[in-house]
């Protein structure tokens, strides 16, 4: 409601303008705030950091140029926000790889632990939630902005070992999220639920019993996690509850039959999981996704580009090394084709119930856990935006000083009504969100 109306309001009922503020919320006065247009974020991961000269921008503001591995991009150049000089500032235990990759998105230190890397401090998991889940969470608290699963987890390429290289999303301290690489794994989860809604449902009710019995038996300390399973009991009932209310808009994308989850068909296993993602989001089934390529130290041969060297070695050879740093050049051009296929997908498909397209109403944000492979640094993250829908100015590249990540995710969090005053680490969080609109 506009200051104009207001004014008119309060003057022809006759009433103080104290009593407004108890009025707006009622829907048959006509009062209440207008609902906010549907926002959805997308995080995409690809490892072991990029080669600077052939990515970032030489330019500032509005009339930038793409270097060669962000060309694919370029029919998108005005929905782009291109951040240079955002830094991982987070320390601590673990190796850069291990904190370049559990602290992308948390933004915290990891805990101590016994998994060692190349450092001399072995470190466990992260000891906070990642900005993703901080999102969902927020989103699934509001009956508006409430979905079936709240975010979806896609992998691919991910191998099945699960540690601090591998994981970048987190529910909480320790509790790290695996992504789902096997495309018809994720088909299950969204579509094939239904059909054994019945069988699942009577096990869950005997699951929720014997629960409640063995409570009364155990300790303090173990009645903390059984809460933990009791709360993934709650969660499965509430996906089944959704799930049977839940008409789909689309049917579920064909995918193509027999293929396995093995390096050499990455290609293929890459557009089937997007075009999952998308219809997903066409379904209305989440509005927070995760799209991860392999994981950090990632070791991926890509045949299909003719480099057969592993990534992550590739990636430690010297800057004089042309050769390497051609291949690394291609298999970087060949994640941002990728992504290009993602915007390409969303900016085709009409909102539902809406204006405009997915992509409109969808901020995909790519990113990586080093500056540059074989320095390991911290800074210059890559962080590029693409799409809409959180009020940040497009069509631009941004020069900064080793700003903290931390203030990037505090203004993700704001973009969507989610008004935290620090994000991960509260010291890395000075100067607040970081200015994009």
């Not at 207008?34 to 950091?49: D, E």
């Not at 500032?89 to 370049?100: A, P, S």
């Not at 014997?210 to 809460?227: G, P, Q, Y």
């Amino acid at each position: 409601m506009n200051a104009i109306h207001r004014r008119q309001f309060i003057k022809q009922l006759g009433i103080s303008a104290a009593t407004l503020p108890f009025l707006v919320g009622l829907p048959s006065l006509g009062l209440a705030a207008p609902a906010r247009p549907r926002q959805r974020l997308v995080v995409m991961f690809s490892p072991n950091g990029t080669v600077p000269p052939a990515f970032w921008p030489e330019e500032a503001g509005s009339d930038f140029k793409l270097k060669e591995i962000m060309s694919p991009l370029e029919p998108f150049k005005d929905r782009m926000l291109v951040l240079h000089g955002l830094s991982n500032k987070v320390r601590g235990d673990g190796d850069n790889h291990m904190r370049g990759m559990s602290c992308l998105l948390t933004g915290i230190e990891l805990f101590p632990g016994n998994i060692q890397g190349g450092s001399d401090t072995p470190a466990g998991w992260a000891s906070g939630i990642s900005i993703d889940q901080e999102i969902k969470n927020y989103f699934q608290s509001r009956e508006e902005t409430r979905t079936r699963f709240g975010s979806l987890e896609f992998g691919v390429g991910v191998t099945d070992r699960a540690d601090p290289w591998t994981r970048m999303s987190y529910a909480g301290p320790n509790k790290p999220i695996m992504p789902i690489s096997d495309p018809y794994q994720m088909y299950g989860k969204l579509y094939g639920q239904l059909k054994d809604k019945e069988t699942l449902q009577s096990v869950l009710d005997d699951v929720r019993d014997d629960l409640k019995k063995v409570r009364k038996l155990i300790s303090a300390e173990d009645r903390r996690m059984l809460e933990e399973h009791e709360a993934l009991v709650k969660q499965m009932e509430r996906e089944i509850g959704e799930a049977a209310r839940q008409k789909l808009r689309v049917g579920p994308p064909a995918l193509e039959e027999g293929i396995a989850d093995q390096n050499d068909n990455v290609p293929r296993l890459s557009r089937m999981q997007i075009d999952l993602l998308v219809n997903s989001f066409v379904n209305d089934m989440a509005r927070v996704a995760t799209l991860q390529y392999t994981k950090s130290v990632g070791q991926a041969r890509m045949s299909w580009l003719d480099v057969k060297d592993p990534h992550h070695s590739l990636s430690h050879e010297p800057d004089k090394d042309a050769t390497a740093q051609e291949k690394l050049v291609k298999i970087n051009k060949w994640f941002c084709g990728e992504l290009k296929y993602l915007v390409e997908k969303l900016a085709g498909t009409p909102e539902p119930g809406g204006e405009g397209s997915l992509l409109d109403h969808t901020l995909i944000v790519w990113t990586n856990e080093l500056g540059k492979g074989n320095s390991h640094t911290l800074d210059n993250i890559p962080f590029v935006l693409v799409g809409g829908g959180f009020g940040f100015q497009m069509g631009r590249s941004l020069k900064l000083n080793k700003v903290p990540h931390n203030r990037l995710h505090l203004a993700l969090a704001h973009a969507v009504g989610h008004r935290v005053e620090t994000f991960g680490k509260a010291a890395l969080c000075d100067g607040g969100p970081l200015s994009l609109a």
